[in-house]
């Protein structure tokens, strides 16, 4: 007969707070929101509803929590505004994880980007307004600092229209928070599936550039720092995760390592080619801007940054959140400016979080 572990007051904690709790997910079924239904599952949620415009998927995703009656998908799409009125009514919790996530993909179709990313995320806080949601929560990602391409502008108008939507709130409607991403290892997103294909093939493995340096996480801790944010949140934030650096080519290197005697070849038959940066791809990644340490809390493990255009509300309640080191950051936090993972480091890190293997 199994026993129920010791549960710590922050697991104890967590669970009262989600408890009844009806929570929205959009794009349910991507790598982030598919671990995030299944996280929330095991909290006592009243009901999960998984938004997603992937028909196969949700399908499939029906499928596999057919035995738990609190969770339902539906085919939507977060550009449809009625759709999401509707499907949000009765919700308490909303996550907006729906996106268009590849850099060059929404380089080339800038149009799709904003009607997915920009007005996407507008319909959201205007169904949640509607519905009188209690917290929204959005999903952002490192490339909304100081973009350089149309997927980080996006994001960072996302984050703005959160910041902005919490301003302007009664009292009794959402709070509004985002949280900033870095690169999720072993995502559809990733590099990590492609090079493991490259591999599989006999190589080429392609990178872009030997000093390209990325602020990484593990699918467990996106999902952490998503489940945490929308109890954290105060209103207009944005929740950042403290990360390991790690330099692209180390990691292309690694999988070769790792990777070619399982396909049949020796690391030395694989090459590696230089291609170059692609179009809006920066050469480092930024989690903190210069401008946002002055109004950046630390935490024992995320930074919170207030909106700029709420500070007095910041300070004022600063003192709620736990855990603070610090009520001001000293410097940026970019991933050229932190010390890259070792490539042991890196290997046991990759080891550890199963990132060597297929996904399921």
Known sequence: RLRRCRQSPREIRMESQWKNKSVLVTGACGTVGRELVRQLAEHPVSRILGLDNNESEVFFDTEFHRQDPRVRYRVADVRDDAAIRWLMQG??????????????????????????NILGTQNMIHAARACGVQRVLFTSSDKAVNPTSVMGTAKLMGEKLFSAANAERGPKQPIFASTRFGNVLGSRGSVIPLFRRQVAAGGPVTLTHQDMTRFIMTLREAVGLVVDSVWLALGGEVFVTKMPVVRIADLAQNMIRQLAPRYGFSPEEIELVVI???????????LLSGEETRRTIELDRYFVVRPAFCDLVGRQLHETYPGIRALETQAAYVSRAEDAMSAKALHEYLLKNSLYEEEA
């Open 276 to 286: 170059g940066p692609k179009d809006g791809e920066k050469m480092f990644e930024e």
């Open 91 to 116: 919700v308490d919790i909303a996550i907006h994880v729906a996106a268009l996530k590849h850099v060059i993909l929404c380089e080339q179709a800038p149009d799709e980007a904003i009607q997915t």
